[in-house]
C-alpha cells in the first residue's frame, strides 16, 4: 500500500516561503522520513534570479529558470509552486504540472480564489492532487481541519481573522493611539505589506481566504467575486476608540454562511466583544472559528504567516502525499461542487455608523428620520462636540437587515445634512 | 484508487456517543457519500441492554449482546468501540476486530494509555488502522493536526486542558466563591463525573490523554505510567484568589516536553496567566497548544466532551478510513516508537507555595532556613492573619528546579513546625 521510493519535490519559488521549505527538508530529513516512510528529496528548483544567496547551499538541487519547465520535468514527482500571483508564471506552471501528472502543492491562495474550480478540475481528471494548507491561516492547519477532521459536519458557519497586517494595524491603534496612515506608513516601512498593499488593508488577501474556506465547507465552487469585500482603510482612532469604550474590537473579520439565498461571504471590519477570543486576537496571529452542527464550535490559533509557520503548512502537505493520502481538492469532487451566487448578509445585526453632520438646523431630525424611514431602530445616538462646520454624530442601531442598513445609507445621502459616506460598521455575534 | 462499495460500521456501545455517531450517519448520509466517495452505513450495533429506548430507530441494525462477536462480523469494515474501559469487552473486542481484519475507531483515551503500543503493534501486523482522533479534547481535531498537519514539525511541546470537569470546577470557583467540596458534589449530581471521580480530579483522564499526545509528538511508545500526575483536589478557594491577586488563574494543565533526560510529561495543577488563552478558559472547553520548531504555537479549543462534539471526531476518523486514509497508529510504525522513561520537569519555574504553620517562635525562620538550604530563594512571602494555632503561609519562590522544590518540601517535613503537606503548584511558562 505504502510507497518507499523517494518523494522528489520540484520547488518553484525560493522566497520567505521556499527557503523555509528547504532549510525544513535540510534540517528534518530523518524526522520526515520517519514518518513518511520514505525520504522526502528536493530535485530541482526555480526562482528568477539564480545567483541570489539565499542563504541555504541549493548546489545539489537542478536548477531551472523556468517553473514551467520544472513543472515539467520527469524527475520529480511533486511541483511545490511558493512564487505567488494568480495569472503568469504560476498558473502555467500548476497547469503544466497537472498536464505531466505531478502532485501540486501550493501556498498561493490568489490563485485558487481566481481559478480554483478549474485547477481542481484539471486535476481530478488527471488524477492529480492539489494542496494548498499554507495559503489560508499561514501554520494553522485550517483546511485539513475542515476538510477532513471535521468531515462529519455540516457546517454553519465560518469566520475568520485571516491578514496579519490588517490585525496589526488595528490592534496598533488601539494599544498605542496612533492613526491608521502613520501605521501604513510603518507596515510599509517593515515590509509587511504586499507589492499593492490594497491586497491586505483593502480585504482582498483575506478575502481570497474566505472563499477557498467556503467551497469546502459548503461543497460550493470557489466563487470569490461573490465575497463582499470592504477594507480598513476608512477605520479611524475614534472608531477603535469609540468600539472600546463600547466594550468592542474593530477587526477585518471573514464570515461565511450558507443561507436560503445564497453563499454569504463577506471580509470586512466588524466590532467584536473585546472579551471574546477573536476580540483578544493581538498583532499578526490569525484566528478561524468553525461552527457545524456537531461539533458545535472550534477555534484555531496560529502564526498567519513567517517562514516557519508558512513552510510547516507546506510540509504538511507534501508529508501527506508522501503518507499516500488522496482527497478530492475541495473535499468532493470538483465536478459535484455546486455553483452559488452571492447574498447579502441575512441575519439582521446592529450596526455601528459614523456621520459627518452639515451644521444646519434640523440636521439630527433628518437623520433620525431616514433612520426609522429605513426601519432602523436606534439603540444609541451621540453627537461629539465640535469647533468646526462638520459635527461628528456616531449612531448604534438595533438589530436590522443589511437591505435596511443600506436604504438608510442611501437615504443619508439624500438628506443633503451629511458630509460623504458615512461609516457603517457591523457588529458580529460571536 | 478510491473504493466506491459502502463503508460498513458495527458501533459497540450506544451510549452518548454512540448514539451521538448513530445521530450524525442517519442525518447527513448524503454529505457524508458526497465527501467520501462512497456511503457510510451502519450495519451492527450491541451495547448492554437491547431493549434501552435510546431515542432512536436501531432496527435496520443487526444486534449482537457481545461486543466481541461484533467485532468479528464479517458484515463489518469498521469496528467502533464506544463502550469504554481499559480492559474486558473494550479490549478484548478490539483484538478480535484486528484479528479478523477490520480497522478500529476508538473513542477510548483509557485503553490507548494502557494497551496503546501492543494495540499499534497489532494492528500493523494486522494491516489495519487503528484511529482516536475522540479520544483526546472532544471535538477538537487535535489528534490529526499533531499526526499530519504538524507533520513537518519537530515538537518541541504541547500542553493542554483537556478535562471538562476540571476546569469546570476550577473556573467555578473563581467565579463564584464556592468551595472545592460544593463544587464536587454539583458534578456528581449534574453527571459530569466518571463512575471513578478519581478519573477526572485525579488528573487521570487528563494524564491518559496526555500520554496520547506525547506518543505522536515525540515519536515515543505510549507512557502513562511516566506521567506525574496531580489532581486537583488540594486546591482550595485561597489558591484560588491568590492566584487570581497574582493575575494568574489555576488550571490542571498537561505538559509533555522531550529532555535529555527522557521524556516530561507532568498533569498538574498549574499558575498560568489570566490574560493567556489558557488563564481565559472557561468551564468544559478544553484547549491544546502544539509548540514545533517551524510552526511556532499553534493553539486549538473547543468543546472536550458531549454528544455533538465527540461523535463529530468519532466521524472525522471514519470518514478518514471511508476515503482510504491511512498512516500508521501514532505517525510512525509502531515498531520503530523508541520506548522512554519518564523525566522530572527539568526547566526550573517559579512555585507558590501554601502550608500552615504551627503557632512556635521562629516557624517561619526555619520554613525560611529550610527553602535557602534547598536552594530556593524566595520572591514573596506572607503569613495570613490566624486566630488558630496554624498560621497559614504563602511563599512564592523565584524560578528553581522540581529537584530543589522537592528537597524543600521534604526539609518542612523535618522542622516540626509545618502541620501536613504544603501545596505547590507550579507557575507555568506560556
Ligand atoms: N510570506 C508568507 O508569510 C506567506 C504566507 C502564506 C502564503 N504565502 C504565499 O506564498 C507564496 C510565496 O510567498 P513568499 O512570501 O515566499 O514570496 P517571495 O518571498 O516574494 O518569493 C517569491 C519567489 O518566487 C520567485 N519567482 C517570482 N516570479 C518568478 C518567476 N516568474 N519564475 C521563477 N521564480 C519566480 C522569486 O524569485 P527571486 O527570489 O529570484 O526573485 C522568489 O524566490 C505566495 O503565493 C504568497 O501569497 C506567503
Ligand atoms: N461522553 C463523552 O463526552 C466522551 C468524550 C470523549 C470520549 N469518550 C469516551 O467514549 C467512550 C464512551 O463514552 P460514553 O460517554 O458514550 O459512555 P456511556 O454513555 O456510558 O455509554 C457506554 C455504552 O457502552 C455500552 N457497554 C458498556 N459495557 C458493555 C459491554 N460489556 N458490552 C456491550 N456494550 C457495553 C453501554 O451499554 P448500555 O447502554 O446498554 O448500558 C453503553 O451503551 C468512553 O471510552 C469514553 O471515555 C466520551
Known sequence: M????????????LGTVGIGVVK?????????????GRPVVIT???????????????????????????AKRDDIDVFVE???GHEGPAKDACEAAIATGKDIVTANKALLAHHGQELALA??????????????????????????????????RVMGVMNGTCNYILTQMQATGRGYNALFEECAELGYLEADPNLDVGGIDAGHKLSILSSIAFGTQ??????????????????????????????????????????????????????SPLGQLEGGTNMVVV???????????????????????????????????????????????????????????????RMSLLDKPGAMAKVA?????AGVSINRMRQTSHDEKLAPVLVVTHKCTRDALDAALKGFAETGVVDGDPVAIRIEEL
Open 222 to 275: 470557489v466563487n470569490f467575486d461573490a465575497v463582499e469585500l470592504e477594507g480598513i482603510q476608512r477605520i479611524q482612532l475614534e472608531d477603535i476608540e469609540h468600539a472600546a469604550e463600547m466594550g468592542f474590537r474593530i477587526k477585518l473579520l471573514g464570515v461565511a454562511q450558507m443561507t436560503g439565498r445564497g453563499l454569504e461571504q463577506r471580509m470586512s471590519p466588524c466590532l467584536v466583544p473585546a472579551s
Open 44 to 70: 530541482a528548483v526555480s526562482a528568477r534570479s539564480k545567483d541570489k544567496d539565499r542563504g541555504v547551499d541549493l548546489s545539489d538541487y537542478a536548477w531551472e529558470d523556468d517553473p514551467v519547465a520544472l
Open 24 to 36: 525544513i527538508i535540510r534540517r528534518q530529513a530523518a524526522l520526515l522520513q520517519d514518518r513518511a
Open 2 to 13: 505504502t510507497d518507499t521510493a523517494p518523494l522528489r519535490l520540484g520547488i518553484a519559488g
Open 123 to 156: 486535476a481530478e481528471e488527471a488524477g492529480v492532487r492539489i494542496r494548498y494548507e499554507a495559503a489560508v491561516a499561514g501554520g494553522i492547519p485550517i483546511i485539513k481541519s475542515l476538510l477532513e477532521g471535521l468531515a462529519g459536519n455540516e457546517i454553519t
Open 291 to 353: 461552527e457545524g452542527d456537531a461539533v458545535e464550535q472550534v477555534v484555531l490559533r496560529g502564526p498567519g504567516a513567517g517562514e516557519g509557520p508558512t513552510a510547516s503548512a507546506v510540509m504538511g502537505d507534501v508529508m501527506d502525499i508522501a503518507r499516500g493520502i488522496s482527497i478530492p481538492t475541495f473535499g468532493q469532487p470538483a465536478s459535484t461542487l455546486r455553483p452559488v451566487t452571492g447574498a447579502k448578509a441575512a441575519k439582521p445585526a446592529p450596526f455601528y455608523l
Open 369 to 373: 428620520a431616514v433612520l426609522g424611514d
Open 82 to 84: 511558493l512564487m505567488g
